[in-house]
């Protein structure tokens, strides 16, 4: 039975570090049509802008991209989708957070085709080794801990685990540190369920939704990729998409 798979990409002009980040220009076009344009390389049956703004809508629109608006009420992007998803519909729903530039819909794709593989699958994300210790101990880094299965037993800020032996050199190279991607998978009744759920102690002190799954006893899948993206966190980094193809 073929399942319908729809991709949203939440987008909101009050970013805190870099407010109107989704319109900036790049090479005459807002940000948020290059991430659309890399990402809908996917195997999407629908691929939708989630947003509150009318600026964001219009250039969205003007670019070619369908929109769908939502509330100005939402704390996190998850639940700005759910809303969206109502409207929308579909089985498999995919939260692509418009900061993983060079992250191409294949990548994407190829996740799905697991959670389609495994029906006990009901949320899932990405994750990839950390290479630095600048980005280890960047809180804007987040890190991700898995069990032996694959689910995910903690999300932080801060360096996990802790290492107690510490020899010389980068720490980064001590252990297979995780960093987890902003992409989140949910097959759509796991979804309305989130969307129910009241924002836990843990979610609002790290500021990280994927906190609420774990914090109401679910498990999220996290899937392994080695795919390389930049994140744009100032207008100072937007030099940095160069480094990656787009």
């Given at each position: ?202 979610e609002k002190a790290e500021s990280l939704e994927q906190l609420r799954v774990l914090e109401n006893g679910e498990r999220m899948q996290v ?24």
């Open positions: 039975m073929s399942r319908k798979v729809v991709a949203v990409i939440p987008a909101r002009l009050g970013s805190s570090r870099f407010p109107g980040k989704v319109l900036h220009r790049h090479k005459g076009k807002p940000l948020l049509y290059h991430f659309w344009k890399q990402i809908g390389s996917g195997t999407f049956d629908r691929l939708v802008i989630a947003t509150d703004n009318r600026e964001i809508a219009e250039a969205a629109r003007a670019f070619g991209a369908e929109v769908v608006m939502t509330s100005m009420r939402h704390r996190t992007g998850t639940d700005r989708v759910a809303e969206a998803v109502r409207k929308l519909g579909g089985d498999i729903i995919v939260n692509v957070q418009a900061d993983n530039f060079g992250l191409r819909g294949s990548v994407v794709a190829g996740a799905v085709k697991k959670m389609l593989a495994n029906p006990k699958i009901r949320f899932a994300t990405l994750a990839r080794t950390i290479k630095s210790d600048d980005a280890l101990f960047n809180p804007n880094v987040v890190k991700v801990i898995r069990a032996a299965d694959g689910r995910a037993l903690w999300f932080s800020r801060y360096p996990l685990p802790y290492l107690q032996k510490v020899g010389r050199g980068r720490r980064s190279t001590q252990f297979k540190f995780l960093e987890h991607l902003g992409v989140y998978f949910f097959r759509r009744r796991a979804l309305e369920t989130y969307a129910g759920w009241k924002r836990g102690a843990f899937f392994e990729t080695t795919a390389k993206t930049v994140s744009i966190d100032s207008p100072q980094d937007v030099k940095k998409i160069a480094r990656i193809h787009m």
